[in-house]
């Protein structure tokens, strides 16, 4: 089962922190597996096969390969929102959010243009931490007056409370294909 073989390489390749951080450079956010990409997408199309979705939206740059692999399955346009203003840029949605990695904030951007309130919206990223990149994603549809459908991560890490933030922002459909339950003492602890 795929799921089994996305948490080997997280067991095998990932890489724990101090204070809850998961580094997975080595196949997901720096070094890619296309083929483990593609995996990750079919396992997308199973779990919200059952949405109507128009558009696909992440946020730079982890979330750009699951994303763009999903969207070339779907046959869909994907939107990344960019953490910084580009000076091309002028009619745009503005979202606060915070890096729970970098620790750090910053403004999320969108461009008017792409995102409507014709959209309905499926947005994809790598992680699910402290959830404010994704409250920040919920922020921009509701100044667009678009639907967000649901949200997918490739892992969750649960102790972070991500998925409260964000079910409390009104997200409906949530879906994680790994759920980390600990990293306490440097060991992955999958739900």
């Known amino acids: 089962m795929f799921i089994d073989t996305l948490k080997e390489r997280i067991l095998k390749e990932g890489k724990c922190f101090e204070g809850g951080v998961l580094k997975v450079d080595r196949f997901i956010n720096h070094q890619m597996d296309p083929y483990l990409m593609k995996q990750i997408s079919i396992e997308?199309?199973?779990?919200?096969?059952?949405?109507?979705?128009?558009k696909i939206v992440t946020v730079e740059a982890s979330g750009i390969a699951p994303a763009v692999m999903l969207g070339y399955q779907m046959e869909l346009p994907?939107?990344?929102v960019k953490k910084q203003q580009p000076s091309t840029m002028s009619d745009m949605y503005v979202a606060h959010s915070r890096s729970f990695t970098?620790?750090?904030?910053?403004?999320m951007v969108i461009s008017k243009e792409f995102l409507?309130?014709?959209d309905h919206v499926l947005f994809i990223d790598d992680f699910l931490a402290c959830g404010s990149a994704g409250k920040g994603i919920?922020?921009?549809?509701?100044?667009a007056g678009a639907t967000i459908e649901g949200m997918g991560f490739i892992i969750e890490k649960e102790f972070q409370m991500g998925r409260h933030v964000l079910e409390a922002a009104g997200v409906k459909r949530i879906e994680s294909l790994a759920i980390i339950e600990s990293l306490d003492n440097g060991q992955i602890k999958f739900k």
């Open 116 to 118: 409507t309130s014709d």
């Open 102 to 107: 970098k620790q750090c904030d910053y403004n």
């Open 44 to 54: 997308f199309i199973r779990r919200f096969a059952d949405l109507s979705v128009n």
């Open 78 to 80: 994907v939107v990344f």
């Open 138 to 143: 919920v922020d921009l549809c509701r100044q």
